[in-house]
């Protein structure tokens, strides 16, 4: 009891010290005791401009404004908004008591200030940013003390104090409890401009987000929620979220469970939602207590299209990346780019290293496609065990190992753009059977799964055999066949595409030399002379990867070429004499890799399946090294 008794005296001795030294400043801001009016009010003009100004608190405190009223109504008492720099935003009270206040100029505009009318509630509040209650003589001018005026400053949600509210009334009506009602309406307007600021910020998110409570009633609705569903805000707060999430119970039931609920692929089938949506659930938890829970979404495509947008779900290359000028190139080019805006499924035939994913990709940037997704997937690279859920993608639970809420294959992420087949030749003839199937029919069942999803996608495939061979000797389909090569295309071999070689191996040159930050090299004579008779079976890309060797070693090679009317083979140095100072001056494990690995293939006529059997490692493990390298077939 004495405890608080001393707190009661400390606090009336600290208000005592805030009232004499607000006088002392009055003093000296030189206004009178007689004073009856405030020394600055804005214009017109002014006020309207500052009422803009302040638009946000006006809107808000205007509300508990009228609230604070009802209760008041009749009191004798009218309240008064003032933003930060104690100027008056807005007057509310009975006519009677509103219409003193507009007798000593109280009015919009008018500044309470202490250098403009002396000591007051409404000054003390905003100079002190602290709740106080100022009656009679406590104010400086003698107009102002047959008040009791109480007041208390607004904070924004940083804490910066941008307005104030006052209480004021007849003196006789001094009561405690009238600065009580002050603060609680100030804390309420607090409340709910932090409210707003939470929701601006829920809004600005580019998913969709509600709040539930634990009976399933919608709270709250951001913007793109609604957006996303098609619906208005009124059309679902404070109604039941079956509508928007039918497998509520469930997901609140995992959730309430402590179970992890994250990236889940729903679907929605009725009047309102009629689309495959993923979505997260978090519980809302209120003094350890758990309320409801909030919902993160946003439809499927909308996934799968960021995904894209991180991942190799986009052509780079365009016809202008096809150096040469020779007529065989340009005939291929000028034919692609007519063919591009048509959806035709392309077959594209060619050596290796001739460029066939390079005009795939063309095609695509060429093509009314070239907004969404180009997906490229090597058939020949992935087991056959996995080809199926790697195209149509799978369930959740299909299989072991299968990732929760199941996965979109490449037909999926490639919806409305182009799926790149390569090596379609090492499909396996069942896989060929559902590639088919979904050439024809347009849509794609996941395994484990039997929703049919539709997709638009254009197919271009390409291959370095000869399919009508392959097809003869049973290895490839012909239906199959027939299907993909409605517009066919072959690349000639750099050997058919005369005048060409010269200008690939000047752009390589500077190319290689940027890449490796070396200097532009002078090729050595007999290397050139060499190079030119060359007959290149790897073609571009082996004559790629040649330069680079070039450039490494300042024009020089460690490489020969064979007499290429004999053999359109090429080999490193057979000497081992040579090879030995040579790797040991040049190379590092890295490029002794990556030589062996060109080499193999080489060898092998670039058949993956061989030249990883000579490596002695898997044809995944190889793929994952000509990535890692660089090195294309």
Same mark, same amino acid.
């Given at each position: 009891?004495?405890?608080?008794?001393?707190?009661?005296?400390?606090?009336? =001795?600290?208000?005592?010290?805030?009232i004499?030294?607000?006088?002392?400043?009055?003093?000296?801001?030189?206004?009178?005791?007689?004073?009856?009016?405030?020394?600055?009010?804005?214009?017109?003009?002014?006020?309207?401009?500052?009422?803009?100004?302040?638009e946000?608190?006006?809107?808000?405190?205007?509300?508990?404004?009228?609230?604070?009223?009802?209760?008041?109504? #009749?009191? #004798?008492?009218?309240?008064?908004?003032?933003?930060?720099?104690? %100027?008056?935003?807005?007057?509310? +009270?009975?006519?009677?008591?509103?219409?003193?206040?507009?007798?000593?100029?109280?009015?919009?505009?008018?500044?309470?200030? &202490?250098n403009s009318?002396?000591?007051?509630?409404?000054?003390?509040?905003?100079?002190?940013?602290?709740?106080?209650?100022i009656s &009679?003589?406590?104010?400086?001018?003698?107009?102002?003390?047959?008040?009791?005026?109480?007041?208390?400053?607004?904070?924004?949600?940083d804490?910066?104090?941008?307005?104030?509210?006052?209480?004021t009334?007849?003196?006789?009506?001094?009561?405690?409890?009238?600065? #009580?009602l002050?603060v609680?309406?100030?804390?309420?307007?607090?409340?709910?401009?932090?409210?707003?600021?939470?929701?601006?910020?829920?809004?600005?998110?580019?998913?969709?987000?509600?709040?539930?409570?634990?009976? +399933?009633?919608v709270?709250t609705?951001n913007?793109?929620?609604?957006?996303?569903?098609?619906?208005?805000?009124e059309?679902?707060?404070?109604?039941?979220?079956?509508?928007?999430?039918?497998?509520w119970?469930?997901?609140?039931?995992?959730? /309430?469970?402590?179970?992890?609920?994250?990236?889940?692929?729903?679907?929605?089938?009725?009047?309102i939602a009629?689309?495959? @949506?993923?979505?997260?659930?978090?519980?809302m938890?209120?003094d350890?207590?758990?309320?409801?829970?909030?919902?993160?979404?946003?439809?499927?495509?909308?996934v799968?299209?960021?995904?894209?947008?991180?991942?190799?779900?986009?052509?780079?290359?365009?016809?202008?990346?096809?150096? +040469?000028h020779?007529?065989?190139?340009?005939?291929?080019?000028d034919?692609?780019?007519?063919?591009?805006?048509?959806?035709?499924?392309?077959?594209i035939?060619?050596?290796?290293?001739t460029? =066939?994913?390079?005009?795939?990709?063309?095609?695509?940037n060429?093509?009314?496609?070239?907004?969404?997704?180009?997906?490229?997937?090597?058939?020949?690279?992935?087991?056959e065990?996995?080809?199926?859920?790697?195209?149509?993608?799978?369930?959740?639970?299909?299989f072991?190992?299968a990732?929760?809420?199941? %996965?979109?294959?490449?037909?999926?992420?490639?919806?409305?753009?182009?799926?790149?087949?390569d090596?379609?030749?090492?499909?396996?003839l069942?896989?060929?059977?559902?590639?088919?199937?979904v050439?024809?029919?347009?849509?794609?069942?996941?395994?484990g799964?039997?929703?049919?999803?539709?997709?638009?996608?254009?197919?271009?495939?390409?291959? @370095?055999?000869?399919? =009508?061979?392959?097809?003869e000797? +049973?290895?490839?389909r012909?239906?199959?066949?027939?299907r993909?090569?409605?517009v066919?295309?072959?690349?000639?071999?750099?050997?058919?595409r005369?005048?060409?070689?010269?200008?690939?191996?000047?752009?390589?040159?500077?190319?290689?030399?940027?890449?490796?930050?070396?200097?532009?090299?002078?090729v050595?004579?007999?290397?050139y &002379?060499?190079?030119l008779? @060359?007959?290149?079976?790897?073609?571009?890309?082996?004559?790629?990867?040649?330069?680079?060797?070039?450039?490494?070693?300042?024009g020089?090679?460690?490489m020969?070429?064979e007499?290429?009317?004999?053999?359109n083979?090429?080999?490193?140095?057979?000497?081992?004499?040579?090879?030995?100072?040579?790797? =040991?001056?040049?190379?590092?494990?890295?490029?002794?890799?990556?030589n062996?690995?060109?080499?193999?293939?080489?060898?092998?006529q670039?058949?993956?399946?061989?030249?990883?059997?000579?490596?002695?490692?898997?044809?995944?493990?190889?793929?994952?090294?000509? /990535?890692?390298?660089?090195?294309?077939?």
């Amino acid at each position: 009891m004495g405890r608080i008794f001393k707190l009661k005296l400390e606090n009336k =001795k600290n208000k005592i010290d805030i009232i004499e030294n607000s006088h002392k400043r009055s003093i000296d801001y030189g206004i009178e005791k007689s004073r009856i009016f405030p020394k600055k009010v804005l214009n017109p003009e002014e006020t309207i401009n500052n009422s803009k100004k302040n638009e946000k608190l006006l809107n808000i405190a205007s509300r508990f404004m009228r609230t604070l009223y009802d209760f008041l109504k #009749g009191s #004798g008492f009218f309240i008064v908004l003032l933003d930060s720099e104690c %100027c008056i935003l807005k007057v509310l +009270g009975d006519d009677d008591v509103v219409k003193e206040a507009l007798d000593l100029n109280m009015v919009v505009g008018a500044y309470m200030s &202490e250098n403009s009318i002396g000591t007051n509630a409404m000054s003390i509040a905003l100079k002190e940013h602290t709740p106080i209650q100022i009656s &009679e003589n406590e104010h400086f001018t003698t107009a102002y003390q047959r008040w009791t005026c109480s007041a208390a400053p607004i904070h924004d949600i940083d804490g910066t104090v941008i307005g104030a509210l006052n209480l004021t009334g007849d003196k006789q009506k001094v009561h405690q409890h009238t600065l #009580g009602l002050v603060v609680a309406a100030v804390k309420s307007i607090e409340n709910q401009i932090k409210s707003e600021y939470m929701n601006s910020i829920v809004d600005s998110i580019s998913l969709g987000v509600y709040v539930m409570n634990k009976d +399933g009633i919608v709270k709250t609705i951001n913007k793109e929620a609604c957006s996303i569903l098609g619906i208005k805000e009124e059309d679902i707060v404070d109604k039941k979220v079956d509508i928007i999430l039918p497998d509520w119970v469930n997901i609140f039931e995992k959730v /309430k469970k402590g179970n992890i609920y994250n990236n889940i692929e729903v679907i929605l089938n009725n009047e309102i939602a009629k689309a495959r @949506y993923n979505i997260s659930a978090t519980p809302m938890e209120i003094d350890n207590e758990l309320r409801g829970m909030v919902i993160v979404f946003t439809k499927i495509q909308k996934v799968i299209k960021f995904a894209n947008k991180y991942s190799d779900g986009k052509a780079v290359y365009n016809f202008e990346n096809f150096i +040469g000028h020779s007529k065989e190139i340009k005939k291929v080019i000028d034919y692609a780019k007519l063919i591009s805006y048509s959806s035709s499924t392309v077959l594209i035939q060619g050596e290796s290293g001739t460029g =066939k994913e390079l005009l795939a990709q063309s095609i695509h940037n060429y093509s009314a496609r070239n907004n969404n997704t180009f997906i490229a997937i090597n058939c020949g690279a992935i087991p056959e065990s996995l080809i199926e859920s790697e195209l149509f993608g799978y369930e959740d639970g299909s299989f072991t190992g299968a990732r929760k809420g199941g %996965c979109a294959g490449k037909f999926e992420l490639a919806n409305r753009g182009t799926l790149f087949l390569d090596e379609i030749c090492e499909m396996s003839l069942n896989m060929q059977v559902n590639l088919l199937r979904v050439l024809q029919e347009g849509y794609i069942t996941r395994v484990g799964g039997n929703r049919i999803i539709p997709v638009d996608v254009r197919i271009i495939a390409a291959t @370095y055999k000869n399919l =009508k061979k392959e097809v003869e000797e +049973g290895r490839f389909r012909a239906d199959l066949f027939y299907r993909l090569s409605v517009v066919p295309i072959k690349i000639p071999p750099l050997r058919e595409r005369e005048g060409d070689l010269p200008v690939l191996i000047e752009h390589f040159l500077k190319v290689k030399a940027k890449k490796l930050n070396k200097p532009l090299p002078i090729v050595n004579a007999n290397v050139y &002379e060499k190079m030119l008779n @060359y007959n290149w079976p790897g073609n571009v890309r082996e004559l790629e990867n040649c330069i680079e060797n070039i450039v490494l070693l300042n024009g020089e090679s460690t490489m020969v070429f064979e007499d290429s009317k004999k053999n359109n083979t090429i080999n490193e140095i057979t000497s081992n004499k040579i090879l030995s100072v040579e790797s =040991k001056k040049f190379y590092t494990l890295e490029e002794s890799e990556k030589n062996e690995i060109i080499r193999s293939l080489n060898q092998n006529q670039h058949n993956l399946t061989k030249t990883a059997k000579t490596l002695g490692i898997t044809r995944a493990t190889l793929y994952s090294k000509m /990535k890692k390298y660089d090195i294309h077939r």
